[in-house]
């Protein structure tokens, strides 16, 4: 498996890996009208394009034998969703295809982003994970996160709640 830097000749390859792995991750959790919506205006080439052109936002993918099996979003300073902190990292995505669920995959894409809070020697890397995804929520509190703070989603027309999770980074000065 390898961790490969998403580029803008990768645009259709990112669509199609996020709106998959939302669609696998979320749909049945949510109306057929409302996952429609958010995968036309989240996963749009125009949108997608503006995001990995944008400074301080990287985005990674998994992959295994030539295929796509998973991507990372990580932003930095202004790029932020939220917190804009530039003593921080956001990890704003991490999704798996479903098949590939507990083979480490999602582990190795957060080293990834681990290993560049690192180089960018920030203080905490920080995310927000849906109250109603036990399984991603259980990865980050194995990874030495924890709860600070809650905000909303929007999908569609419905408001979901986020749990705000950081962890703070360690360091050793030689």
């Known amino acids: 498996m390898k961790i490969k830097k998403v580029n803008i000749r990768d645009i259709?390859?990112?669509k199609?890996?996020?709106?998959?792995?939302f669609f696998e991750?979320?749909?049945s959790d949510n109306s057929e009208e409302n996952m429609k919506e958010y995968l036309k205006n989240a996963f749009s080439t125009e949108k997608l394009k503006e995001e990995?052109?944008?400074p301080?936002?990287?985005?990674?993918?998994a992959q295994l034998n030539g295929n796509i099996i998973g991507y990372l979003k990580i932003n930095f300073q202004q790029s932020q969703t939220e917190i804009k902190d530039k003593n921080a990292l956001?990890?704003?995505?991490?999704?798996?295809?479903q098949e590939f669920h507990g083979k480490q995959v999602g582990q190795l894409l957060y080293e990834k982003a681990f290993e560049l809070a690192e180089e960018k020697r920030v203080?905490?890397?920080?995310?927000?994970?849906?109250?109603?995804?036990?399984?991603?929520i259980r990865f980050y509190e194995k990874n030495g996160f924890v709860?600070?703070?809650?905000?909303?989603?929007?999908?569609?027309?419905?408001?979901?709640?986020?749990?705000?999770?950081k962890l703070k980074l360690e360091r050793t000065f030689r």
Do not use: C
Not at 90 to 97: Q, T
Not at 149 to 162: A, V, W
């Open 123 to 136: 203080e905490y890397i920080w995310l927000g994970v849906w109250e109603k995804n036990p399984r991603a």
């Open 16 to 21: 199609e890996i996020g709106k998959r792995t």
């Open 90 to 97: 956001e990890i704003e995505r991490i999704y798996v295809l």
């Open 147 to 165: 709860t600070f703070d809650k905000h909303i989603f929007t999908l569609g027309n419905d408001e979901q709640t986020d749990i705000m999770m």
């Open 25 to 27: 991750t979320f749909a």
């Open 52 to 54: 990995v052109s944008t």
């Open 56 to 61: 301080n936002t990287q985005f990674y993918f």
């Open 12 to 14: 259709e390859k990112l």
